[in-house]
């Protein structure tokens, strides 16, 4: 079961290891909040990825070597697995759990101990929701309801004010 938690990542190391188009919405995100976001990938192929100059790229594959993984993300606050190797996935992802660094594994429920929620957000609020990795599809459908829900009642408040 995930404890819901809103974290400060500014200026925190974040590493994700995977280039493709799960691993590049995860970096725009981790940077939207100012995480300082390496990206390790043999290639990387998500325009998103290469398109930001304050994400750094290394160009390498990550070894399957527990020692070699460890020494790797010791340094990062947070870690996104994102590769299409479910194996490579879970192998990091215990690593990582094991050094008590934060770990998210986009290709597993259960393996790693952080999971991204749906955010919605304005200038007042910030709500996230989460379906214990349950139902992505229907956190976004709450997500869209939700957001229109604080959309309105913010443009009643606006409302109110002007008269």
């Avoid at 799960?22 to 290639?43: D, F, H, M, P, W």
């Avoid at 100059?53 to 070597?65: F, G, L, Y």
Wanted: hydrophobic letters at 40%; aromatic letters at 6%; charged letters at 30%.
């Amino acid at each position: 079961m995930f404890f819901p938690l809103f974290v400060n990542i500014e200026n925190k190391e974040v590493l994700i290891i995977g280039g493709g188009k799960i691993g590049g919405r995860k970096a725009q995100t981790l940077r939207e909040y100012g995480g300082n976001v390496t990206v390790y990938s043999e290639k990387v192929t998500e325009e998103a990825i290469l398109a930001d100059e304050n994400i750094k790229v290394v160009n390498k594959n990550v070894s399957n070597d527990e020692a070699e993984i460890r020494e790797l993300v010791k340094k990062y606050f947070l870690v996104v697995v994102a590769t299409d190797d479910m194996e490579l996935n879970d192998r990091i992802s215990h690593v990582c759990m094991n050094e008590n660094i934060l770990v998210n594994n986009v290709s597993s429920k259960t393996e790693m101990n952080a999971m991204f929620g749906a955010v919605v957000k304005n200038d007042e609020f910030q709500i996230g929701i989460g379906s214990y990795g349950k139902s992505c599809r229907r956190s976004k459908a709450l997500k869209g309801k939700v957001q229109e829900l604080i959309d309105e009642i913010s443009k009643t408040e606006k409302e109110v004010k002007n008269v």
